[in-house]
């Protein structure tokens, strides 16, 4: 399990089994809406951005089952 740190009160952040790019969190312990902006070594920032229509906090970039379906232009 990848652990990242919440820049706002210091918890630890379980990542998953391995962090990607853009993967949004929330912290548990103080509610904040966290970014993956780093993999090596996993570093997480602040989300100021409302994540797409299709994804939700705490999925995966391309986890979701509409991901699939939708036409990129």
């Known amino acids: 399990m ?6 706002e009160c210091d918890a ?3 990542v998953g089994a391995s962090a990607v790019m853009d993967q949004r ?3 548990a312990r ?4 966290l970014v993956v902006i780093s993999t090596s070594p996993v ?3 602040w989300a100021f951005v409302e994540p797409l229509p299709n ?4 999925e995966e970039p391309g ?3 509409l991901d699939a379906t939708r036409v990129r232009q």
Request: hydrophobic fraction near 25%; charged fraction near 15%; proline fraction near 12%.
């Open 25 to 27: 969190l929330c912290c």
């Open 30 to 33: 103080c509610g904040a809406q």
């Open 55 to 58: 994804q939700r906090w705490g």
């Open 43 to 45: 570093e997480l920032d």
């Open 12 to 14: 630890d952040i379980p």
């Open 63 to 65: 986890s979701h089952p």
């Open 2 to 7: 990848v652990i990242g740190t919440c820049p």
